[in-house]
Structure formats: C-alpha cells, structure tokens
C-alpha cells in the first residue's frame, strides 16, 4: 500500500469516525432521556451576612462564600453508591448541583438548560420527607428548594423563577424539620408542554405534583437527609 493510500484509508476513518460521532446526539437538541448511565449531586454549604431565608427562596446568594462540599453519587437507577445518608445542620444553606453522565462518559446535565427552548420542558423537585415548608413556618425556620439557574447554556438569561430548572438549586432543611430522617428524592421531570411557566416557588415538594405537572420523570435521586442542630464556627 503506498504512503497515498494510507491517508486516504486514514482521512476514511477519520471522516467515518466523525460522521458516526455527530449522529448520536438527538437531531432535534432535546436532551437524552434514559440515557443517564450515572449522576452525582454536589451539596456545597454557602453562608454569609446577607445570605438569608425569606419567604419561598434566599436572599443575598449572589456575595454568598462556599464552604465544604458532600457528593452523593447515584447508579443508573437513582441509587446512591456513595454519601446516601447526608447529615444536614438544620439551619444551613447548600447549594445543590446535578451532574450526569450517559453510557459515552459524556457528561449531559447541560444538556436540559441548553436554551431556553430546551429548559421549557423541565423542572426540578425535591420530594418526600414530609417537610414543613418555610412560608408555613411561624418563624422562618423551614425548608426551602430554590432552582437558580442564571444563564442558559446558549449565554442568554435566565429570567426569574418560572424559567429555573433546578439542575443548579440552593436548599435547607430548616429547624422545624429536625429530628427523623427524611427521605428525599431529586427529580428532573420532562413536563408536557406550557406547564413549567405555572409552577410556583412552594410547588417543589408537592406529594401530587405528577398529577398536577403531566410529564415524565427522567431522573430520580433517591437519598436521605437526617436534621441536626448544627456547630456553627
């Protein structure tokens, strides 16, 4: 074989390789819905002076400082392998980010926030565990999920709470909620169209939401969170 063909065989595969490669994403840029092979989600605790619970969501994130982080890694089946049961202090603040990854190693939690399009079928919840929800506590002392994404993955704005996600969220557990453990589960639904603009700050830990919010569920994240008084420094 001369020196000429052997190019040419090696720009084949190449070429071949390549084509192969660009087709296995979905041609219509909406995410991959079972193909999730293994997920993590990254608990960072966040504090400073203005960084505070109000209402249904946080004031003063944007000059919060992180601390610590805690990763709870699930197999493809939403169970956790590693950090399961999180002992939470009840009055701290966490960031919550999701990490997935598909059977390529590929990591695709970007993927459901790529454009405002795309993140118009999706939402977050964090269900179960019977939570006292803040706006029903009498002293601001329950808990509180708050999807905040800030820019879509195509560099346009995110515009406020009907358009958050929830793939990057803030959470705490809250005082009123101490004591057993809870059990939660992280859930991405894909909903049926037009529904995301209707789901209110205080609908994320609803028993009935996938009665009320019609979709499918693409990921469920089960974990346990267990209260506890805290030894702030």
């Given at each position: 074989?001369?020196?000429?063909?052997?190019?040419?065989?090696?720009?084949?595969?190449?070429?071949?390789?390549?084509?192969?490669?660009?087709?296995?994403?979905?041609?219509?840029?909406?995410?991959?819905?079972?193909?999730?092979?293994?997920?993590?989600?990254?608990?960072?605790?966040?504090?400073?002076?203005?960084?505070?619970?109000?209402?249904?969501?946080?004031?003063?994130l944007n000059d919060a400082v992180e601390g610590e982080s805690i990763?709870?890694?699930?197999?493809?089946?939403?169970?956790?392998?590693?950090?399961?049961?999180?002992?939470?202090?009840?009055?701290?603040?966490?960031?919550?980010?999701?990490?997935?990854?598909?059977?390529?190693?590929?990591?695709?939690?970007?993927?459901?926030?790529?454009?405002?399009?795309?993140?118009?079928?999706?939402?977050?919840?964090?269900?179960?565990?019977?939570?006292?929800?803040?706006?029903?506590?009498?002293?601001?002392?329950?808990?509180?999920?708050?999807?905040?994404e800030q820019q879509y993955g195509d560099g346009s704005a995110v515009?406020?709470?009907?358009?958050?996600?929830?793939?990057?969220?803030?959470?705490?557990?809250?005082?009123?909620?101490?004591?057993?453990?809870?059990?939660?589960?992280?859930?991405?639904?894909?909903?049926?169209?037009?529904?995301?603009?209707?789901?209110?700050?205080?609908?994320?830990?609803?028993?009935?939401?996938?009665?009320?919010?019609?979709?499918?569920?693409?990921?469920?994240?089960?974990?346990?969170?267990?209260?506890?008084?805290?030894?702030?420094?």
């Open positions: 074989m001369t020196k000429y063909d052997k190019l040419i065989t090696l720009f084949l595969m190449v070429f071949t390789l390549f084509s192969l490669g660009s087709c296995s994403k979905d041609d219509d840029n909406t995410p991959i819905r079972e193909g999730v092979e293994r997920s993590e989600l990254i608990l960072t605790e966040v504090s400073g002076e203005e960084v505070e619970a109000h209402g249904d969501h946080f004031h003063g990763v709870i890694k699930f197999d493809e089946n939403g169970i956790a392998t590693s950090n399961g049961h999180l002992h939470l202090e009840v009055d701290a603040i966490y960031k919550i980010e999701l990490k997935a990854w598909d059977y390529n190693g590929q990591e695709v939690q970007h993927d459901f926030i790529a454009s405002k399009a795309v993140a118009d079928d999706y939402k977050a919840f964090l269900v179960g565990g019977d939570l006292i929800l803040n706006p029903d506590s009498k002293n601001e002392s329950g808990a509180i999920f708050q999807p905040r515009n406020g709470q009907y358009e958050t996600t929830g793939i990057l969220s803030y959470f705490t557990v809250g005082h009123d909620n101490e004591g057993p453990t809870k059990e939660l589960t992280y859930v991405l639904r894909k909903l049926d169209s037009g529904l995301k603009g209707t789901i209110e700050r205080t609908d994320w830990n609803r028993k009935d939401y996938t009665e009320v919010f019609a979709g499918e569920n693409v990921l469920e994240l089960k974990f346990e969170v267990h209260a506890e008084e805290g030894h702030h420094h």
